[in-house]
């Protein structure tokens, strides 16, 4: 079976690209489309360092696969600020130093994107289980709740 | 003390490599490739112990795409009966073995061979080409297996009282004579602990990216807790000398010691070496489970006596402790630290290394430290209880202050261990009413902290800003904290000095991130580097205006005459004088490289809310606090960081972190999904309680604090759950299958 | 995919059968019940406006399937092909009297959920049959499903135990009731006996804990690294209990 050509759109932008059948959507954001802000902690769809939407539906991009992109919506964390305008998110997790070694810090955001588009009112045990996919390994996930939480209720006070 | 005000010590101010870190920009140790990159994989011994007899790796080489092969004959070999080769606290002989298997494989995991082809699937390929003829052996991997008679023998050549074992090595700590101590007591409490092996749980997979041109000279690309580590063993393993090997940090995707010590850099060099290619590794998580340094499992058995009114008079600790395949489990943390925050006269301490077929330990987060803090604090709390004395109380009333002598040796300095059993008392969570199966618990822990070797270059820019260089690869925000300091000391914006990590050849030697040393010491050498940059910036002042230096004081980020006296001169700003630097003297920057002393243990206190579902077993922690003499906090957030992130993993460790072995003794959860760390929904806010008393020593008056908030976290969970159900666990993890037959055994009248 | 990626299974050929229109479908049956595509995922399942509101137990079992990121992907058709003994989603979709329909190369067949698995890892669907929909039932007035599973943790776990019940109540009285059980034997189970222990009960003490003592009494489980034999039983019957109080008091909501 030779390689696969599959167009989609990262991040609002058009793509192309060549991947082996069994290539997952990871392997092909990090390899050919040079996105390694998406991490790979196991490969397994245990700790959401690799989480990415389709379609702006969460997924671990670890056990999707690249051919499924074909047609596609996919956005990364390199897809998260505007040009030099950092998310809101992404400015709170800065403010409350919401992550130590960074290595989960891409996935939590998408996913805290992803919840908050969702929900934009969650609790407290709302936002602890949508974000029980991301292991966190630093930070006692104190600082991660509290940083998500506080973006929803400034984001909800802009919309006002 | 360098720090008249407080500008910018003690802000949360914004980490300098947040952005890249929120926006996927910063690289890690596998984000990189260079041109020509191939793939490295490793072959690992399916079997936990086995003579090696022979490797064919012809038919490997034969494969279309492979381009290299290695095995142990490739790594430089350290002979046993030379001697110890230290670097640091590794033995060069354990380390040669164990990214390699010599003679013997010893546990499921071990490095066999390694292989580089043109894609990761034929590098997987090609390793199921190589032949290895095993010659399987018995083996043992729990403690008691491995100590009882005619257990099977790792190292054949070790003896212990005179006979083959697998008792590598004993450490002790003795204050006074425990004999005569315990004549003393009205009380004695004696229990047995066990632990499970627990891994560090750091989410980036060890991974490497190396290239050796033709001449030898040497690129890694890599993430680590130490730069220098990773040049220093790849060279003593490969031959390459140092001054060839270019070790660059990659931002490092934790670490908590267990990346302390190499695993792929040796392999991927040799393969780039033999192949002229670019050769990158990355380990799987399976990988990484299997074959990375957990830490120890362990069986220890504490002897706790007291007069009535509370004082104890003798202590008698013994911590079997796994080290894995090869000499080296953390004993020295679980002897020394365990007793360390009290004043007892009469202490013996006693730490055994016992080898097993599992992956070699690993530094864990205040090695050994939580491991013994478990079995004496939660002796304690069975003290506390039997003299019917408040926990804290007992802790008070027997806490180590100034001028006690630890059994470990040292006489203890101003510390503030009392300041935080005061500041628990008096938080409100210790008062705060519990419900219906709820419990409180609180325990105590100490780490040693490590100071060492720390290299800085601060420079100023031609346009007046400041770049800070250290040596100390930054886990949890410690750029953050020296580029406070450095911007307090020169009195400009901190969002004006950058601090970056060198790499092995552009900065001076600099020891491990471990020990809780990072802030410490790099702060030390920063600090004495700006503050040699602030002489050279007066002295140029003067001699612009024609004053004595003497004459000019820094403030406020430029020079001015100290007094009118002095003569009435427009301030010299750092942008000013960066700007006349090529008329002045010349590029203004300072080196200062250190062996730094001083760094002072630091303790911390515990308390701990749970809630038992008791017809499932399940315990949940609904509430925590931890408080730590914190020295003084450089970055409040980072601090509250380290200290949230112990605690984590603390309740894994107490609750439901564990490594299962199946019968053919390979570990049977070597991933995430069974091997059970605390997910965001298990774990309730952790409130930090900061106590700052300074260490004398240091010009800020910084302690460590990233391994003290480990060490009391599973004490102070048991002691709530006894709180809770009237019922001590004296095993870890409290699983719910575990807590649920004790629940339903029928109650034993436990004898004193 | 896991099993793919760590070389476990090497697939010759992948067909991607998520935009097979019938397979991604929910519909609302002539008669009052549900068909679901196959390959619905837990999130789309949880978005349809009406299906939450009759079959709450169903849907919180397939969204106990794995993380908000694999929910977005897992179906309840996956999960019963993949024939784990501890799938989430089986036995709330037993308890709730589901049946499959099984397309294969000559033809369609119906098969009850309970008697797709046929081991761990294995099913009863037969080579070039693949799994199209369930169908749930229409439901009497007075009726509520529940599912609880034990996990150590809160999330991201396999279920050591997990129990669905489904029963109609009326007047107070229990006049139909379904429990599956999952990862306490090779497949999940259909135990009926602890549905006849609720009927003509009203679910009090005594008919509880006789159908806590049916599902203990169903159980075949192992010592794994998820939980021994000893503690399965025993959380078998804690959960019956549990999980029956909830569906009784979704079924009085109604």
Redesign the interface.
């Known amino acids: 079976?030779g390689k696969l050509h599959v167009t989609t759109t990262v991040n609002g932008e058009p793509m192309e690209f060549l991947c082996e059948?069994?290539e997952?959507m990871l392997d092909a954001l990090?390899g050919q489309l040079g996105?390694?802000?998406?991490?790979?902690?196991?490969?397994?769809?245990?700790?959401?360092?690799c989480?990415i939407t389709?379609d702006d539906?969460?997924?671990?991009s670890?056990?999707?696969?690249a051919?499924?992109a074909e047609g596609h919506q996919i956005r990364?964390?390199?897809g998260?600020?505007t040009g030099e305008k950092?998310h809101p998110l992404?400015q709170k997790?800065?403010?409350?130093?919401a992550?130590?070694?960074?290595?989960?810090?891409?996935g939590m955001?998408v996913?805290s994107d992803?919840?908050l588009k969702k929900n934009p009112d969650p609790t407290e045990?709302e936002?602890?289980?949508?974000?029980?996919?991301?292991?966190?390994?630093?930070?006692?996930?104190?600082?991660?709740?509290?940083a998500v939480m506080e973006t929803a209720a400034e984001m909800r006070e802009a919309a006002r | 003390m360098n720090v008249v005000n407080n500008k910018w010590i003690g802000q949360r101010t914004i980490r300098p490599d947040g952005v890249d870190k929120v926006t996927g920009r910063a690289a890690f140790a596998a984000d990189t490739t260079m041109p020509g990159t191939i793939w490295g994989k490793v072959l690992r011994s399916p079997h936990p112990h086995a003579r090696i007899k022979s490797i064919n790796t012809a038919k490997a080489e034969a494969l279309p795409g492979v381009k290299a092969v290695v095995t142990a004959r490739d790594i430089v070999d350290f002979p046993i009966e030379k001697g110890a080769v230290m670097l640091g606290i590794q033995d060069m002989r354990w380390m040669c073995r164990n990214v390699m298997a010599r003679d013997k494989a010893l546990f499921p995991g071990h490095p066999v061979a390694a292989v580089a082809a043109t894609t990761e699937a034929i590098a997987a390929e090609a390793c199921k080409l190589i032949e290895v003829d095993y010659e399987v052996l018995p083996w043992a991997i729990e403690i008691d297996d491995a100590l009882k008679d005619g257990a099977p023998i790792l190292h054949e050549w070790n003896k212990f009282d005179g006979k083959p074992s697998n008792i590598m090595g004993r450490l002790e700590s003795k204050k006074g004579d425990i004999a005569v101590g315990f004549k003393d007591a009205d009380i004695i409490i004696e229990r047995s602990f066990a632990t499970r092996p627990v891994h560090q749980g750091y989410i980036e997979p060890h991974a490497c990216l190396i290239s050796v041109a033709a001449d030898g000279k040497t690129t890694i690309w890599s993430s680590s807790q130490g730069q220098f580590m990773v040049r220093a063993m790849t060279s003593m393993l490969t031959g390459i000398p140092q001054s060839d090997i270019r070790a660059i940090p990659a931002e490092i995707g934790g670490g908590f010691g267990g990346k302390t010590i190499v695993y792929l850099e040796p392999l991927a060099t040799l393969l780039a070496k033999k192949s002229g290619r670019p050769v990158k590794m990355v380990m799987t998580r399976e990988e990484v489970m299997r074959a990375t340094g957990p830490t120890s499992g362990s069986k220890s058995t504490v002897k706790i006596g007291a007069k009535k009114d509370g004082t104890i008079v003798a202590a008698h600790g013994a911590f079997y402790l796994q080290a894995g395949a090869f000499p080296g489990s953390p004993i020295r943390g679980a002897v020394g630290c365990s007793f360390a925050p009290y004043d007892i006269p009469h202490i013996l301490s006693e730490g055994f290394d016992v080898c097993s077929n599992r992956s070699k330990v690993a530094a864990y987060r205040a090695p050994g430290a939580p491991i013994g803090a478990y079995a004496v604090e939660c002796v304690l709390d069975e003290l506390a209880e039997a003299l019917k004395m408040d926990p804290l109380e007992l802790r008070l009333k027997n806490a180590a202050k100034e001028g006690t002598k630890a059994a470990h040796g040292p006489v203890f300095p101003r510390i503030g261990y009392i300041e935080t059993l005061e500041a628990a008392k008096n938080h409100p969570h210790y008062a705060a009413p519990l419900g219906k199966l709820q419990g409180r618990g609180v325990a105590s822990g100490f780490w040693f902290n490590a100071g060492g070797e720390s290299s800085a270059q601060v420079n100023i820019t031609e346009d007046g800003n400041v770049v800070v260089t250290t040596g100390h690869p930054d886990i949890g925000g410690s750029r953050a904290g020296i580029a406070n300091i450095c911007a307090e000391l020169l009195g400009i914006d901190y969002k004006r000095v950058s601090v970056i990590i060198g790499d092995t050849q552009t900065v001076g030697f600099s020891n491990l991130t471990g020990g809780s040393r990072v802030l410490f010491a790099s702060s030390m050498v920063v600090t004495q580097a700006t503050d040699k940059i602030i002489a050279t910036l007066r002295e140029r002042a003067a001699k612009i205006w024609e004053i004595d230096p003497e004459a000019v004081k820094w403030e406020d980020g430029a020079a001015h005459p100290v007094s009118p006296n002095a003569g009435e001169f427009k301030p010299l700003t750092l942008a000013d004088l960066a700007e006349k630097a090529p008329s002045q003297g010349g590029p203004i920057g300072a080196s200062v490289q250190l062996n730094t002393q001083g760094a002072e243990g630091g303790f911390g206190t515990h308390i701990c809310d749970v809630e038992v579902d008791v017809d499932l077993g399940i315990i949940r922690v609904i509430r925590y606090t931890a408080v730590q003499d914190v020295g003084r906090a450089i970055h409040p957030s980072y601090v509250e960081g380290q200290l949230q992130g112990g605690v984590a993993q603390g309740i894994g460790w107490a609750l439901n972190e564990e490594y299962i072995y199946n019968k053919d003794g390979k570990v049977d959860n070597p991933g995430f999904l069974d091997y059970r760390m605390p997910v965001c929904s298990d774990l309730p806010m952790i409130d930090c309680a900061l106590v700052e008393v300074p260490n004398p020593k240091h010009p800020q008056g910084v302690k460590g604090v990233g391994e003290v908030p480990l060490v009391p976290v599973m004490a102070a969970v048991a002691n709530a759950v006894n709180n809770a159900l009237g019922k001590r666990f004296y095993s870890l993890p409290m699983s719910p299958p575990k807590v649920s037959e004790a629940l339903d055994a029928p109650t034993q009248q436990a004898a004193e | 995919m896991v099993q793919m990626r760590s070389g476990l299974v090497r697939p010759g050929l992948i067909v991607d059968i998520k935009k097979i229109g019938e397979m991604t479908e929910i519909t609302e049956t002539a008669d009052g019940g549900f068909r679901v595509g196959a390959a619905v995922s837990g999130m789309e399942l949880s978005e349809h406006p009406r299906f939450g509101k009759v079959w709450p137990g169903v849907l919180e079992a397939v969204n106990l399937i794995g993380s908000k990121q694999v929910q977005g992907r897992a179906s309840a058709g996956g999960n019963l092909c993949n024939g784990s003994p501890a799938g989430d989603s089986v036995p709330a979709m037993i308890a709730a009297g589901a049946v499959v329909t099984v397309q294969g190369p000559s033809g369609r067949r119906e098969i009850k959920v309970e008697d797709v698995p046929a081991g761990p890892g294995r099913t009863n669907l037969k080579s070039g049959e693949i799994l199209v929909s369930f169908t749930l039932p229409p439901r009497p007035a007075g009726s509520g499903d529940a599912y609880l599973r034990m996990i150590p943790r809160t999330e991201m776990d396999i279920a050591v135990v997990g129990i669905g019940v489904s029963l109609t109540l009326k007047d107070g009285v229990c006049t139909a009731a379904r429990v599956g059980l999952g990862a306490v034997a090779p497949t999940a189970l259909l135990v009926e006996p602890a549905g006849q222990a609720l009927i003509g009960s009203r679910l009090d003490d005594a008919a509880l804990e006789a159908a806590a003592a049916a599902c203990r009494a169903a159980c075949r489980p192992i010592d794994d690294k998820r939980g021994t034999v000893a503690y399965r039983i025993k959380t078998a019957g804690v959960l019956l209990k549990r999980t029956a109080a909830i569906a009784a008091k979704r079924a009085g909501g109604h």
Request: aromatic share 6%.
């Open positions: 079976m059948p069994y997952t990090r996105l390694t802000g998406s991490k790979e902690g196991c490969s397994s769809g245990d700790c959401g360092a989480s389709l539906r969460l997924v671990c670890c056990l999707m696969l051919a499924e990364t964390i390199e998260l600020a950092l992404q997790f800065l403010e409350h130093a992550l130590q070694c960074g290595i989960c810090t891409s955001l996913a992803a919840l045990e936002v602890r289980f949508w974000l029980a996919g991301n292991l966190c390994r630093c930070t006692g996930y104190d600082k991660i709740v509290r």
